[in-house]
């Protein structure tokens, strides 16, 4: 079995994590670790020790597999450079060319468990457009540009809640992991960030399990 030395239950993650405010815990950093240590990590064989969050403080060995979820600041991710013969795996292609000084750094596209996503399917759509991301956007004024004032936002609730609430929209306004969710649902995807003005295009649907096969090739590759 794999050996997972950092995930979610490390109390650093827990202290940074809980400091958050309410309405943003729940973002797709959260989902998305959650997934590669569910779905992803049972799924490829390596002897390599894995950090499924890639947050500072939170451990960290020579060799490691490390995701990371942030594709911002490169900087955040210096304390990496303690470490010998890494291996960094992220979803942000050209994040990753700005990381290349710390480690093997490997393209590993977004995925989702389709299957959980499709239970929430509907039928027939009954709505127009909504919003699904962090809420905490709209309060910043970050969204204003892009997704009208009208368009319907949700409260905090629990996944199941909300993928069975986004599948009644005909358009929704996402990226990243809830635009590909939104996309399983049958939605169309709208603009909402100027970094992805095509996020149909973008956002592709993967299975989790397809990019657990993409990521063994890989890791072969590496440590043939």
């Not at 109390?11 to 943003?24: F, I, Q, T, V």
């Not at 989902?31 to 947050?55: A, F, L, M």
Request: proline letters at 5%; charged letters at 30%.
């Amino acid at each position: 079995m794999n050996k997972i030395i950092v995930k979610h239950d490390h109390p650093n993650y827990l202290a940074k994590w809980r400091a958050l405010p309410e309405g943003s815990r729940y973002n797709g950093a959260y989902y998305y670790s959650h997934d590669i240590e569910k779905y992803i990590v049972p799924n490829i064989k390596t002897d390599r020790p894995i950090n499924v969050i890639g947050v500072r403080g939170c451990g960290g060995k020579d060799r490691m597999i490390v995701f990371i979820h942030h594709h911002l600041h490169p900087e955040m991710y210096d304390w990496l450079k303690k470490y010998k013969d890494i291996i960094i795996v992220t979803s942000n292609e050209e994040f990753g060319k700005q990381l290349t000084h710390l480690g093997t750094v490997i393209h590993l596209p977004l995925s989702v468990n389709v299957e959980e996503v499709l239970k929430h399917k509907v039928d027939k759509k009954t709505k127009n457009a909504c919003y699904f991301g962090n809420p905490w956007k709209f309060k910043k004024g970050d969204l204003e540009k892009f997704v009208p004032k009208n368009v319907d936002t949700f409260p905090p609730m629990s996944k199941e809640e909300l993928l069975s609430k986004v599948a009644e929209y005909k358009e929704c306004y996402a990226i990243g992991l809830c635009a590909i969710e939104a996309k399983i649902l049958g939605c169309k995807i709208k603009k909402c960030d100027s970094r992805f003005p095509y996020p149909n295009k973008v956002f592709k649907v993967l299975d989790c399990k397809d990019a657990a096969k993409i990521l063994q090739e890989k890791l072969d590759e590496i440590d043939k």
